[in-house]
């Protein structure tokens, strides 16, 4: 049977049914019935049920690395907690959320610590996504609406992505915009990104902006609509204020085409195509993402951008809007329960004394909140600094998410009191723990999610939660009731405390607030069960939801006008200088998530990038004698980072360089991306300024290099400055290299793999080779060699899978040419399994277009997400 559910990844909110058998996931489908995916799946989603099982998982409460019971570990947070505040006050205590708890989780941990606790100290590891848009919608529009739906993307004419790889970060949106741009000949697509990205496959237009200028160039855009004639006077006059400061603001700095595209670093030309398409374009949607908000201007980003709808009236109809595109699943319904450290519950504000009385009220708290909390990074200072003394994380890592994370660890490893609610067993955060307790995944929790368009879709339990794990909301709860405040949180379902956070978003409304779900106050269980995704604001003068906001021209201002917001000019803080040169940028991958904690646990999701890699133009590697392929050092005063080069032209600017946020000390020796991105922040938002850091790049130059396959984990990190962990399937194969000589092979194996069975080695080349076998059975593989001599490790995953080993396979073993399987290439298709020689050989053999590829090998039939590198391999090779 199957069964309905959405999916715990990026923030489209796609649809899943989920195929049970046996009281297990064995495999996973597109809800074709879903209005966010119809049925489509990117690779990370089709890959769900290949990362459930009890394996890896938290499946007991700890305390201090000691198993406990529920009780005991529930008693030790909750008098944690209490002693802290009697002795230090409430703002000594935080949580830590996370954008893929669910709602009803989110609604409970706001209401305990902001109604009861008494304090804001409660952020998300949203900040790090979309706190900066947030602060553009509540200035621009006095609410946090998101006023477009993803319809828009394929009714619109001019489609404007900036800071947006969405065919890698949000690929079944992409996969519709594709679809639309053939369907339109008239829809025009330009992508405003640093960085030549996937998402140029369909681009018209690539503007490929110096980083930290998108405020500038948005400005740039409003001065010229100005002086071309091409903004809307009447919108302006009725349904804004503000016109006049920002344009005369924005006309002072940016007064003709060369000064925008000096300062942006493109050409006139290419700029005047993107000035005269928005102008003369009654249709238009800016689609943004981390590129925008992850920055020290983010909210101006923002603002920017939205000032320039605005200017046109191009806001509240079919194909029009400044549309902000969330990262997580959830992170939408954390703003809406006050997720935030500057938010309450319902869309409202600590800044309105009549709200904190309403929500005070509303949950008859007497010890209800007065103001902002801290925000994510000033949080994690705080706690350092002792003024924090209890600190609870749900659901994130923040020892590898958050900038400057060796500051985070040493924040964990002062704080006398850190809980973690997890459901992975081993996280860099959970390892500074006191107190662990088990919490419910993706098939065992039960709540809603809001995805990028407000659309509220369920996500339902299907398995029984694993071990003794339970649904973060009973956690909370269970900890506010010993600590007296049983009454308010007595829930003993998710339908209850849904039902109680769509009745505070009515309560007092009148229309004043745009988050309205109070058609749901009553909803019963059954109604919960079987609820339909439908968009907020859902009422009983909007029973079926909906799809677009400001249609009416009236906004959730004082003046019920929009408000236009003049921007300055402001760079980015942290500026390259002589000792650190590159700016560094960093963003996701395709088929990983976040800090790989679920996708870490299938090797399915490794085969398209399984090394931390560093992304450099092919001159400054030539200046810095670096060749495809070389480990490379990433480094400033904070810490330092190792990956692996990828050599590219113009799709990296020279001076500039591009890694990836997911791995962990868990997955690599040095591969924590945020050792190197200093604590800057917007001074709206909090949001840190991910996409500027500021590194020095040198060729690690290993003395030796090599790789390492083993059926069992390894006990301890391997003696090594650089190693690189990939899953496989019964396997595990690690790259290896360090700055010291292997002085003795044997000796080494021993020491670190036990006893050596079989060895070859040759002085003479720096080359060694040895196994160990357990009875008849392989047990390790080690291999000292160049890493571009490293062949496909398939045919050794296939001797792991043997129970018993053979004369003449050992006799080959160490050949590394035992095995006559054809070495696939890069993975390009993770769906169906296609490298990029099979790709190759088939345009070799007359498949001249993607369908004529899919057709064959079936590449980018499935999710759709390798398209673009199909399209490049096309390219090159034709």
Request: charged share 25%.
């Amino acid at each position: 049977m199957h069964k309905t559910t959405t999916c715990p990844y990026c923030g489209v909110g796609c649809g899943v049914n989920a195929e049970v058998e046996n009281n297990a996931v064995v495999g996973v489908k597109g809800n074709k019935e879903h209005p966010a995916n119809f049925g489509r799946l990117c690779v990370k989603g089709s890959s769900l049920h290949e990362v459930l099982g009890q394996q890896g998982r938290l499946l007991n409460p700890l305390i201090n690395g000691q198993q406990s019971t529920w009780d005991d570990a529930l008693e030790t947070v909750a008098e944690g907690f209490k002693r802290t505040v009697m002795e230090h006050g409430s703002d000594s205590v935080a949580l830590y959320l996370s954008g893929q708890i669910l709602t009803e989780d989110y609604y409970v941990a706001n209401k305990f610590i902001k109604g009861f606790i008494g304090t804001a100290n409660v952020d998300t590891n949203s900040r790090l996504c979309m706190a900066s848009a947030v602060v553009g919608y509540k200035r621009a529009f006095g609410s946090d609406t998101v006023p477009c739906c993803y319809e828009d993307l394929e009714l619109t004419d001019l489609l404007v992505m900036v800071g947006s790889n969405a065919a890698w970060n949000h690929p079944i949106l992409f996969q519709r915009m594709q679809k639309a741009k053939k369907a339109n000949p008239n829809l025009k697509v330009i992508v405003i990104d640093p960085r030549r990205t996937a998402t140029c496959d369909i681009a018209d237009l690539h503007l490929a902006i110096k980083p930290g200028t998108d405020s500038e160039l948005f400005t740039g855009l409003l001065s010229y609509l100005a002086e071309a004639g091409a903004i809307n006077k009447e919108y302006i006059e009725a349904n804004t204020e503000g016109f006049d400061q920002a344009i005369s603001i924005a006309q002072s700095q940016f007064s003709d085409l060369q000064t925008v595209a000096e300062f942006c670093d493109v050409s006139v030309s290419d700029l005047q195509d993107f000035f005269e398409s928005y102008a003369k374009t009654e249709k238009v949607i800016t689609f943004y993402s981390q590129g925008v908000n992850q920055s020290s201007s983010g909210s101006d980003n923002a603002n920017a951008i939205i000032n320039c709808h605005l200017a046109t009236g191009r806001i509240g109809y079919e194909g029009a809007g400044p549309f902000s595109i969330t990262g997580q699943p959830n992170a939408m319904g954390g703003r809406e329960v006050g997720g935030l450290a500057n938010q309450m519950a319902a869309h409202m504000d600590f800044k309105d004394t009549e709200a904190v009385d309403r929500v005070a009220r509303f949950w008859n708290a007497e010890n209800m909140a007065q103001q902002d909390g801290l925000k994510a990074v000033d949080m994690f200072e705080a706690i350092e600094a002792g003024k924090i003394k209890a600190v609870w994380i749900m659901g994130t890592n923040p020892a590898v998410s958050l900038p400057n994370t060796d500051q985070i660890v040493r924040a964990l490893e002062a704080c006398p009191l850190v809980v973690v609610s997890d459901c992975i067993g081993d996280t860099d955060t959970l390892r500074y723990a006191d107190v662990c307790l088990p919490a419910t995944g993706w098939s065992e929790k039960n709540g809603t999610v809001t995805n990028s368009e407000r659309r509220i879709s369920r996500q339902r339990s299907i398995l029984p939660p694993s071990g003794e794990a339970k649904h973060d909301w009973w956690i909370i709860s269970e900890v506010a009731k010993r600590m007296g405040f049983e009454e308010a949180f007595s829930y003993e379902h998710p339908y209850q405390i849904f039902a109680e956070h769509a009745a505070l978003s009515g309560f007092e409304n009148n229309g004043t607030r745009d988050f309205d779900i109070s058609l749901f106050e009553d909803i019963d269980e059954k109604t919960y069960d079987s609820l339909s995704p439908v968009q907020w604001p859902v009422t009983k003068e909007a029973p079926y939801g909906t799809a677009r906001m400001f249609s009416d021209g009236r906004f959730f201002t004082p003046s019920g006008k929009a408000r236009f917001v003049a921007i300055e000019s402001s760079a980015p803080v942290q500026q390259p200088t002589e000792e650190l040169p590159f700016v560094l940028n960093t963003g996701r991958i395709r088929d990983q998530w976040h800090t790989m904690a679920i996708t870490g646990r299938t090797p399915r999701l490794f085969q398209h990038r399984d090394e931390p890699f560093i992304e450099l133009n092919e001159a400054d590697a030539s200046n810095l004698k670096i060749t495809e392929g070389d480990l490379v050092r990433a480094s400033n005063s904070q810490g330092e980072f190792i990956g692996r080069a990828r050599v590219v032209g113009s799709e990296q600017r020279k001076g500039e360089a591009f890694v990836p946020m997911h791995w962990n000390s868990i997955f690599s020796s040095k591969g924590r991306m945020g050792v190197l991105i200093e604590p800057v922040t917007d001074p709206f938002s909090g949001q840190p300024e991910s996409k500027h850091g500021r590194v020095k790049l040198e060729p690690m130059n290993p003395a030796w290099q090599g790789w390492l396959m083993c059926r069992n984990e390894l006990e301890s990190d391997l003696p090594v400055e650089y190693w690189s962990k990939v899953p496989k399937q019964g396997a595990t194969l690690f790259y290896l290299a360090d700055s010291s000589y292997l002085e003795n092979g044997i000796d080494w194996c021993k020491e670190n793999l036990g006893e050596v069975d079989i060895w070859l080695e040759d002085k003479g080349s720096n080359s060694f080779r040895a196994a160990g076998l357990d009875g008849e059975q392989l047990e390790w593989a080690f291999f000292v060699m160049p890493y571009g001599q490293i062949p496909s490790t398939k045919w050794l995953e296939e001797m792991f899978e043997k129970t018993e080993v053979s004369l003449d396979e050992r006799r080959y073993l160490l050949s590394v040419t035992g095995c006559e399987l054809e070495d696939p290439g890069e993975l390009i298709c993770s769906c169906y399994q296609v490298g990029s020689n099979a790709i190759e050989d088939a345009i070799s053999q007359g498949c001249k277009s993607v369908e004529a590829l899919g057709a064959k090998l079936k590449c980018g039939t499935n999710c759709g997400s390798c398209i673009p590198e199909l399209n490049a391999l096309l390219a090159k090779q034709l």
